[in-house]
């Protein structure tokens, strides 16, 4: 990972994002506020050896919503998107993530990957998820993954049964869940800032019950 | 000095969905006390395990466990381990990103405060250091306090890291797992006389699980129970083993 | 008279016999027998001797199709031109194809794969039954005695007009889009299998045994009704190509499976290039049933398939395994759907898709959870295999989930060939189309070998020879 192109986000702009030759572009979204309708954000790997890295956090609650397509094109070769979301969903709070990530013909040696983990942590919050995959070329690494749930029952156990609480078992678990992404993460500022953020969140998330 | 009665479980009967594992299990537990519990797979030992420890997965049917006069099956998980209960599993769960030394500490602060409520939460670095001291006697590498709990661990290093947290939690009664599978010869020595000393010292009960007779070359037992069909069948001395291993488990439940 | 070129081509695809046969008919005659009104339907239903609750079905989907729009994604059907085709054939119509007009292609593939001279008439639909009515007999006269009902759904509909008309278009119904309204307007042939309770069926039920040409057909409509505690598997297709001179073919097919009853529904389809196969397959399961489609399609010039599988009950089960290959100018959309409509439901998608020679291959599935459906466990896997640097391959997966207490888990890759497995293969002295061959084979084996014995053995045939000449 690259620490010196690295920003960080606090929403998901309707933008379209052009990556030139040789370039590295990390983005961070720490996304605690929603917004209505859906963003469309495209990132265009327009040159040879362009990459791209996106990692968002988001930590919904009350009746937040999080819409957006995400567009990924491929178009040189050599080039990279990549993108990581992990979301973690209180009350009633909703995401709706698609994620369009198409490799044209010419795009030979393109890695891509798009994953979408989120955590439901109460009766009304909702997700959808739409990893698309548009290939063009064989010449490619491609795959995506996505998953929704709640805490993992067997994790909540190990960690009960060593005498934590129920709160405290299930905060180390949802930190835990967006620490495995973090750590790719090489800025320790922005790590710590949704460390913290994510502190917060769960603190409110007890406080509402 | 008479030893006390810690754990008493009285004809307790479990099921999961509609099929019944535990059939009417009765053991006495003393301060002090190794036990081993022997049966082939399926016989409902890991089972009885899991129920003491409250899954969830679990319904239990009938018959009551008191740990201390204490009605355990009332507790919720956290509570019986803050009871003093210790479960090694025999597969230790995987949690990633979670930190092992960061969990570690809480676990022990947390049965910390269960009992004294005045009592004083052990930071990361005074942590730390009791992890390293315990982590050097069962010869673990100690960048294993700041990786993700098990994940990534061989069968060996998940069974030390079991071990490990039972020493700085400092159960009444531990109930371990299949603790030989997974290690090798110099390894189950070093877990074993690490598991003898924290024995004598705490005064904990000990309960082994197994399915191989090799156990007792490590461990000597006050008492061995063989469990067939959810059941306690029989119970003995180690001539009970001798007989297994001449004929299998099937020469001791004909009798 | 010579026979112009063009309608020479002309008569190659349609499989008439000869110009002159063809040209005999009188030019009106020939108009009424292509594109669709109320007097086809109306002569259909007249012809099949229905009730008139059939027919006024019929003619409400027809109503239902002339509004409802062609779907607005998808791959390319501008090729369907709806005024030109042939919707129903009369009997008396149905000409023998002659077996010198069969293209060379599917000629080539039966020698290749070994057909026997028989079965190549029958495929080729220019034999008369097939000799496996024999076979077919005694397996019938054991399932009769267990009031096991297995007819054509023409003869279903005259023989159980009551539990036919229960079960008939509740999967279903015609408006669910513009193709299963043409299907209810027109449908013809098809299986009807009814399982009475605790009746287990140990042998496959197969669509081969009651076929007879006018049911290897375009509009066929399946309906499977597994009362509670039953199982069956039924078969339909085959591996070898099958040329077909009808170029819209838009089955659909509706399974209920009923408490603690298990169906398993089995396609292979290889139809000829001429193609556009696209079907409608739904299954409703109840309280701890379980539904299993295991789709094989390895032809047609576009298939639009999605099985579909509603977890109406707690308990129930779904599976849906499907296995795609995409050749030259070929493009399989292909998927499934599965929706959890209560607690305690588990499914299980797993799609392999290979794609080679400029074909396109697409996965398109659906998994939904509503509110309240709460102990869910899904599983979606879904791996293409490009083979080639001018095929495609897609991935449309969506997961709409509502209800926190569930475990959702999808996975994709998309790759060619791993560069270091071709190596070892070949360091052990294998070549590389060989060593190619091995790993598609092991690549598809997952789903192939769920598949009945002489059906699997076929298709790795049909896979290697798909590969020869592939490579290089």
């Given at each position: 990972?690259?620490?010196?192109?690295?920003?960080?986000?606090?929403?998901?702009?309707?933008?379209?994002?052009?990556?030139?030759?040789?370039?590295?572009?990390?983005?961070?979204?720490?996304?605690?506020?929603?917004?209505?309708?859906?963003?469309?954000?495209?990132?265009?790997?327009?040159?040879?050896?362009?990459?791209?890295?996106?990692?968002?956090?988001?930590?919904?609650?009350?009746?937040?919503?999080?819409?957006?397509?995400?567009?990924?094109?491929?178009?040189?070769?050599?080039?990279?998107?990549?993108?990581?979301?992990?979301?973690?969903?209180?009350?009633?709070?909703?995401?709706?993530?698609?994620?369009?990530?198409?490799?044209?013909?010419?795009?030979?040696?393109?890695?891509?990957?798009?994953?979408?983990?989120?955590?439901?942590?109460?009766?009304?919050?909702?997700?959808?998820?739409?990893?698309?995959?548009?290939?063009?070329?064989?010449?490619?690494?491609?795959?995506?993954?996505?998953?929704?749930?709640?805490?993992?029952?067997?994790?909540?156990?190990?960690?009960?049964?060593?005498?934590?609480?129920?709160?405290?078992?299930?905060?180390?678990?949802?930190?835990?869940?967006?620490?495995?992404?973090?750590?790719?993460?090489?800025?320790?500022?922005?790590?710590?800032?949704?460390?913290?953020?994510?502190?917060?969140?769960?603190?409110?998330?007890?406080?509402?019950? | 000095?008479?030893?006390?009665?810690?754990?008493?479980?009285?004809?307790?009967?479990?099921?999961?969905?509609?099929?019944?594992?535990?059939?009417?299990?009765?053991?006495?537990?003393?301060?002090?006390?190794?036990?081993?519990?022997?049966?082939?797979?399926?016989?409902?030992?890991?089972?009885?395990?899991?129920?003491?420890?409250?899954?969830?997965?679990?319904?239990?049917?009938?018959?009551?466990?008191?740990?201390?006069?204490?009605?355990?099956?009332?507790?919720?998980?956290?509570?019986?381990?803050?009871?003093?209960?210790?479960?090694?599993?025999?597969?230790?769960?995987?949690?990633?990103?979670?930190?092992?030394?960061?969990?570690?500490?809480?676990?022990?602060?947390?049965?910390?405060?269960?009992?004294?409520?005045?009592?004083?939460?052990?930071?990361?670095?005074?942590?730390?250091?009791?992890?390293?001291?315990?982590?050097?006697?069962?010869?673990?590498?100690?960048?294993?306090?700041?990786?993700?709990?098990?994940?990534?661990?061989?069968?060996?290093?998940?069974?030390?890291?079991?071990?490990?947290?039972?020493?700085?939690?400092?159960p009444k009664i531990a109930f371990l797992d299949e603790i030989d599978s997974g290690l090798d010869i110099d390894a189950l020595k070093i877990v074993v006389t690490e598991l003898v000393s924290i024995q004598k010292k705490q005064g904990m009960g000990l309960v082994i699980v197994s399915h191989n007779?090799?156990?007792?070359?490590?461990?000597?037992?006050?008492?061995?129970?063989?469990?067939?069909?959810?059941?306690?069948?029989?119970?003995?001395?180690?001539?009970?083993?001798?007989?297994?291993?001449?004929?299998?488990?099937?020469?001791?439940?004909?009798? | 008279?010579?026979?112009?070129?063009?309608?020479?081509?002309?008569?190659?695809?349609?499989?008439?016999?000869?110009?002159?046969?063809?040209?005999?008919?009188?030019?009106?005659?020939?108009?009424?027998?292509?594109?669709?009104?109320?007097?086809?339907?109306?002569?259909?239903?007249?012809?099949?001797?229905?009730?008139?609750?059939?027919?006024?079905?019929?003619?409400?989907?027809?109503?239902?199709?002339?509004?409802?729009?062609?779907?607005?994604?998808?791959?390319?059907?501008?090729?369907?031109?709806?005024?030109?085709?042939?919707?129903?054939?009369?009997?008396?119509?149905?000409?023998?194809?002659?077996?010198?007009?069969?293209?060379?292609?599917?000629?080539?593939?039966?020698?290749?794969?070994?057909?026997?001279?028989?079965?190549?008439?029958?495929?080729?639909?220019?034999?008369?039954?097939?000799?496996?009515?024999?076979?077919?007999?005694?397996?019938?006269?054991?399932?009769?005695?267990?009031?096991?009902?297995?007819?054509?759904?023409?003869?279903?509909?005259?023989?159980?007009?009551?539990?036919?008309?229960?079960?008939?278009?509740?999967?279903?119904?015609?408006?669910?889009?513009?193709?299963?309204?043409?299907?209810?307007?027109?449908?013809?042939?098809?299986?009807?299998?009814?399982?009475?309770?605790?009746?287990?069926?140990?042998?496959?039920?197969?669509?081969?045994?009651?076929?007879?040409?006018?049911?290897?057909?375009?509009?066929?409509?399946?309906?499977?009704?597994?009362?509670?505690?039953?199982?069956?598997?039924?078969?339909?297709?085959?591996?070898?190509?099958?040329?077909?001179?009808?170029?819209?073919?838009?089955?659909?097919?509706?399974?209920?499976?009923?408490?603690?009853?298990?169906?398993?529904?089995?396609?292979?389809?290889?139809?000829?290039?001429?193609?556009?196969?696209?079907?409608?397959?739904?299954?409703?399961?109840?309280?701890?049933?379980?539904?299993?489609?295991?789709?094989?399609?390895?032809?047609?010039?576009?298939?639009?398939?999605?099985?579909?599988?509603?977890?109406?009950?707690?308990?129930?089960?779904?599976?849906?395994?499907?296995?795609?290959?995409?050749?030259?100018?070929?493009?399989?959309?292909?998927?499934?759907?599965?929706?959890?409509?209560?607690?305690?439901?588990?499914?299980?998608?797993?799609?392999?898709?290979?794609?080679?020679?400029?074909?396109?291959?697409?996965?398109?599935?659906?998994?939904?959870?509503?509110p309240d459906a709460n102990n869910v466990t899904t599983r979606v896997v879904c791996d293409a295999l490009m083979l080639d640097k001018d095929s495609r391959s897609d991935t449309y997966p969506v997961m709409d989930i509502k209800e926190q207490d569930v475990a959702i888990a999808h996975e994709a890759?998309?790759?060619?060939?791993?560069?270091?497995?071709?190596?070892?293969?070949?360091?052990?002295?294998?070549?590389?189309?060989?060593?190619?061959?091995?790993?598609?084979?092991?690549?598809?084996?997952?789903?192939?070998?769920?598949?009945?014995?002489?059906?699997?053995?076929?298709?790795?045939?049909?896979?290697?020879?798909?590969?020869?000449?592939?490579?290089?």
């Open positions: 990972m690259f620490k010196n192109n690295i920003r960080l986000l606090d929403t998901i702009p309707n933008d379209t994002i052009i990556l030139e030759k040789n370039s590295r572009l990390i983005l961070v979204g720490l996304l605690e506020q929603g917004w209505s309708g859906q963003r469309h954000l495209v990132i265009d790997a327009q040159a040879k050896d362009a990459h791209c890295e996106c990692i968002f956090f988001i930590l919904g609650s009350h009746d937040s919503s999080f819409s957006a397509k995400i567009e990924a094109i491929h178009r040189a070769p050599f080039t990279s998107i990549k993108a990581r979301f992990r979301a973690a969903l209180t009350d009633s709070a909703s995401c709706d993530i698609e994620g369009i990530w198409k490799v044209e013909k010419k795009a030979i040696g393109a890695d891509t990957y798009f994953s979408h983990h989120t955590l439901l942590l109460s009766d009304k919050a909702s997700a959808k998820t739409a990893p698309y995959l548009e290939i063009k070329t064989d010449e490619v690494k491609a795959g995506h993954a996505a998953s929704v749930g709640k805490v993992d029952e067997d994790s909540l156990f190990y960690l009960l049964s060593r005498g934590l609480s129920e709160y405290e078992a299930r905060t180390l678990l949802v930190e835990g869940f967006f620490e495995a992404e973090l750590s790719a993460i090489e800025d320790d500022d922005i790590k710590n800032t949704i460390r913290n953020s994510v502190v917060s969140f769960l603190s409110h998330a007890k406080n509402e019950k | 000095m008479t030893k006390k009665t810690i754990l008493q479980i009285k004809n307790l009967r479990a099921a999961i969905g509609d099929t019944k594992i535990l059939n009417g299990v009765s053991l006495q537990i003393k301060s002090g006390e190794t036990h081993i519990i022997m049966g082939q797979n399926g016989s409902g030992k890991s089972t009885l395990l899991s129920v003491l420890m409250g899954h969830p997965r679990y319904d239990v049917l009938g018959g009551s466990v008191t740990l201390n006069k204490k009605n355990l099956l009332k507790m919720s998980v956290p509570e019986r381990a803050q009871a003093g209960i210790f479960l090694g599993f025999q597969h230790p769960q995987a949690v990633s990103g979670v930190t092992f030394g960061n969990f570690l500490r809480l676990a022990h602060n947390s049965i910390a405060t269960a009992h004294d409520p005045k009592s004083v939460p052990v930071g990361p670095a005074p942590f730390a250091n009791l992890m390293r001291a315990e982590m050097e006697k069962l010869k673990m590498d100690s960048t294993f306090i700041s990786r993700f709990i098990n994940e990534g661990f061989s069968g060996g290093e998940k069974k030390k890291s079991e071990i490990l947290q039972m020493a700085l939690l400092s007779p090799k156990i007792l070359d490590f461990i000597e037992p006050d008492k061995i129970h063989i469990m067939s069909k959810g059941k306690i069948v029989t119970q003995g001395g180690k001539e009970i083993v001798a007989k297994i291993e001449q004929g299998g488990y099937s020469a001791l439940l004909k009798d | 008279m010579p026979v112009p070129k063009k309608t020479k081509n002309l008569l190659a695809q349609t499989g008439q016999t000869s110009a002159f046969s063809f040209r005999t008919k009188t030019k009106s005659f020939f108009a009424a027998d292509k594109g669709l009104n109320e007097d086809i339907i109306r002569e259909i239903s007249a012809q099949k001797s229905e009730p008139r609750w059939m027919l006024e079905f019929r003619l409400r989907a027809y109503e239902i199709f002339l509004k409802k729009k062609m779907p607005a994604w998808g791959p390319d059907l501008s090729g369907i031109d709806f005024a030109n085709l042939h919707y129903y054939i009369r009997p008396q119509d149905r000409v023998k194809r002659d077996w010198k007009d069969l293209p060379v292609e599917i000629k080539d593939t039966f020698d290749k794969l070994g057909i026997p001279e028989a079965e190549r008439k029958f495929l080729a639909g220019t034999g008369a039954q097939f000799e496996s009515e024999m076979v077919y007999h005694s397996f019938a006269e054991n399932l009769a005695k267990q009031g096991v009902i297995f007819e054509s759904t023409d003869d279903a509909l005259k023989h159980h007009p009551d539990i036919f008309k229960k079960y008939f278009g509740t999967i279903v119904p015609p408006a669910d889009n513009k193709f299963a309204a043409l299907n209810s307007a027109v449908w013809s042939g098809g299986s009807f299998i009814y399982i009475p309770k605790g009746v287990q069926v140990d042998l496959p039920l197969q669509a081969y045994f009651r076929i007879n040409s006018e049911n290897m057909g375009q509009f066929e409509r399946t309906l499977i009704i597994a009362d509670e505690g039953s199982s069956v598997h039924y078969v339909e297709g085959c591996t070898a190509p099958t040329y077909s001179s009808e170029s819209l073919h838009s089955a659909v097919v509706e399974v209920i499976v009923k408490k603690g009853a298990r169906v398993q529904y089995t396609t292979i389809q290889n139809w000829s290039n001429n193609v556009y196969n696209l079907v409608t397959k739904r299954a409703a399961a109840y309280e701890n049933a379980q539904m299993y489609w295991l789709d094989c399609n390895l032809g047609s010039k576009v298939t639009m398939k999605y099985p579909s599988i509603l977890l109406c009950q707690k308990g129930a089960k779904g599976e849906i395994q499907s296995l795609a290959f995409a050749g030259h100018e070929q493009h399989q959309d292909a998927g499934g759907k599965v929706i959890h409509l209560s607690a305690n439901t588990s499914s299980t998608i797993i799609s392999k898709s290979i794609s080679k020679k400029g074909g396109h291959s697409t996965y398109r599935g659906l998994v939904k959870v509503v890759t998309v790759s060619k060939i791993g560069e270091e497995e071709l190596f070892y293969l070949m360091s052990r002295g294998l070549s590389e189309e060989q060593a190619a061959t091995l790993i598609v084979n092991g690549f598809a084996n997952p789903i192939v070998k769920q598949l009945p014995m002489e059906y699997a053995v076929e298709l790795n045939r049909l896979l290697t020879l798909e590969m020869t000449g592939s490579v290089g």
